[in-house]
């Protein structure tokens, strides 16, 4: 089993950044592809960005290329999402999620993950 709990949200301003971490335990997630999901109230469930096992293949939703920045420090059992420019529009509660899988493929739906965080909340202001 792995246990992961996100932290970092908050209510900030139109074009702010902030940054996400998802710290895992119970087992390493040096073997797991990582995600970060986003909720927003009355909205389904979307995929925000992936990461491979090592790292090194990152995926992103159209909706936050060139702005979010996802990262995983295997050693410190995390995963971190940068945002930056951060829009009303990325309002939501945000999820990271771990799969294990033989391949390195990222995954875009939720159904592919094994173990999801609790979820931290984003707000922001224009």
């Known amino acids: 089993q792995v246990q992961l709990v996100e932290s970092g949200g908050r209510s900030v301003q139109a074009g702010d950044s902030l940054r996400l971490s998802c710290a895992a335990s119970?087992?390493?997630?040096?073997?797991?592809?990582m995600a970060w999901f986003r909720q927003a109230p009355g909205e389904a469930r979307e995929f925000v960005a992936g990461?491979?096992?090592?790292?090194?293949?990152?995926d992103y939703a159209d909706s936050v290329k060139g702005r979010f920045a996802v990262s995983r420090d295997n050693a410190k059992n995390t995963v971190y999402l940068q945002m930056n420019s951060l829009k009303p529009e990325d309002t939501a509660a945000y999820y990271c999620?771990?799969?294990?899988?033989?391949?390195?493929?990222?995954?875009?739906?939720?159904?592919?993950?094994?173990?999801w965080g609790q979820g931290t909340q984003v707000t922001v202001s224009s």
């Open positions: 119970g087992r390493t997630i040096s073997t797991k592809i």
């Open positions: 999620a771990a799969g294990a899988y033989a391949s390195d493929n990222i995954y875009y739906t939720g159904g592919a993950y094994n173990y």
């Open positions: 990461i491979s096992r090592s790292g090194g293949t990152t």
